[in-house]
């Protein structure tokens, strides 16, 4: 009796360290982002409500240009980390799935593949 072949999985590898770091940069940059926005609000809504008119409207045009400032980094940062983070992802490889793969060889002997780390689909044109 023939033993079927292996089923074939595909995962990814493991992010380098700089692929982990991009991305922790990725979520401390929304974090802050988050964090500058609320500190605004926070800080500007006490001289919007004092007695003075002029700190009122002098606190109120800097709410609102710190506010087009955040919106607009905060998108653009976004983006470009983004990208990086979608970059710095593991490659893909193919794997046999587990249970799938008939016994190969002598126990503890690794099992030859040759044309690297993803075996062949078919022949090379």
């Not at 980094?73 to 980390?81: A, D, E, I, K």
């Amino acid at each position: 009796m023939a033993t079927p072949p292996p089923i074939w999985v595909e995962v990814r590898e493991r992010r380098s360290l700089f692929g982990r770091v991009v991305k922790r940069f990725f979520f401390g940059f929304q974090l802050f982002m988050v964090v500058l926005s609320l500190g605004t609000c926070a800080v500007v809504s006490n001289y919007l409500s004092g007695p003075d008119p002029e700190v009122a409207m002098g606190a109120g045009m800097f709410g609102v240009s710190a506010f087009a400032i955040l919106w607009t980094m905060w998108p653009l940062g976004t983006v470009l980390l983004g990208i990086l983070v979608l970059v710095t992802r593991g490659r893909k490889r193919l794997i046999p799935a587990p249970g799938s793969a008939p016994p190969a060889g002598p126990p503890g002997a690794p099992p030859h593949r040759p044309g690297g780390s993803v075996p062949e689909a078919g022949p090379r044109r």
